[in-house]
């Protein structure tokens, strides 16, 4: 097989997998994965059938998608903007589902309102807990409720992403800004006479941290394969990455070399705080140090291995090298064992 491909190790897989079910149901949450990360039908199965209550999905794309493989329960964890054409699909996903959507403002409130009436679903009010991305002051979520009763839209809880977790100290104090967002969030609701039955939050970093005495569901995505985030985080170590680049080696010079997996199938991410484009397994202390297209500049530790070798080499964020790819290779013991199809990939 030539390289750069992706591939998981089975057995990491199903030990990540295994974990984190684990850990939420000795923690009392329920479990919703983000299959975004993976976007496979395999992976999304084997999740439900180690513990997960249903799956979590960004677009409308991936909840059509594995909807008609047979998961019937969905949260489109997204501030969804409604058209015709979009409500439409939102009715016929809803005929195979049970289907819950995100809703991030008074504006998506009356929209949904207007254009989803006659689709059995329901809502869930994001809030922002200090990401700074989407979702509302958790004090206006009676608001939003509000409209969304007004419009027949039943509304079951509030969710937040706690996304500023992916940042070196900050899992735990972003998983007490989740909790005390969603307390907010839910006492907001109870004053508009709303009950929160589902307080949804958990990023992989921040899963650890959960308040369960506030939070009833978490939504990781990465800890299924992990990543060199995860490994500089320290949520987990090389030996929990389940997914890596198969790469050759096709130059070297002293303990630099250059491997063919560049950013078209590893993914261009760097944050700031990151030490390189990501990591290598066989060479714990080795950087991807640049990336282009096609060719991934590393520094070994010590002398590089020669040209024609075969390395792992793990994206820095595995959701965007995911996405990259039709398929992924599925190992056992370092044997190619079979293939699974990126089933939702480019579904947005």
Request: some cysteine; proline content about 5%.
């Amino acid at each position: 097989m030539h390289t750069p491909f992706l591939a998981l190790d089975d057995a990491i897989t199903t030990r990540n997998v295994e974990s984190m079910a684990t850990h939420a149901r000795d923690r009392g949450l329920d479990l919703r994965p983000h299959a975004k990360t993976h976007k496979m039908i395999e992976l999304g199965n084997r999740q439900i059938d180690s513990g997960a209550i249903g799956l979590t999905v960004a677009t409308i794309g991936e909840a059509e998608v594995f909807s008609a493989a047979g998961v019937d329960d969905l949260f489109i964890a997204y501030p969804l903007w409604l058209t015709p054409e979009t409500a439409s699909l939102l009715r016929q996903i809803s005929d195979r589902a049970r289907l819950r959507v995100g809703v991030g403002s008074i504006d998506g409130a009356q929209q949904l309102a207007r254009l989803a009436t006659d689709t059995p679903l329901s809502a869930m009010i994001e809030l922002d807990s200090g990401h700074h991305r989407s979702g509302i002051d958790p004090h206006e979520a009676g608001t939003v409720a509000d409209v969304l009763a007004d419009g027949g839209i039943e509304v079951i809880g509030v969710f937040t992403f706690p996304g500023h977790s992916y940042a070196p100290g900050s899992p735990s104090s972003a998983a007490a800004d989740e909790a005390s967002t969603l307390a907010a969030g839910s006492e907001a609701l109870r004053s508009a006479g709303c009950e929160p039955i589902v307080r949804s939050g958990g990023s992989t970093p921040s899963a650890a941290f959960t308040d369960a005495d506030v939070t009833t569901e978490i939504r990781p995505g990465v800890y299924v394969f992990n990543d060199a985030q995860q490994v500089e985080l320290g949520t987990c170590g090389l030996a929990d990455v389940a997914l890596t680049a198969y790469s050759t080696v096709v130059q070297r010079d002293g303990n630099r070399a250059i491997a063919d997996s560049g950013s078209k199938i590893l993914g261009a991410d760097r944050p700031s705080w990151t030490t390189g484009f990501g990591r290598v397994i066989e060479d714990p202390d080795a950087r991807i140090v640049a990336l282009s297209e096609h060719h991934a500049t590393i520094e070994f530790s010590s002398t590089a291995p020669p040209p024609g070798t075969i390395i792992h080499t793990v994206p820095n964020h595995v959701c965007t090298a995911v996405n990259l790819v039709d398929r992924v290779a599925i190992t056992t013991d370092g044997e190619i064992t079979g293939w699974w199809d990126v089933a939702a990939r480019g579904r947005f």
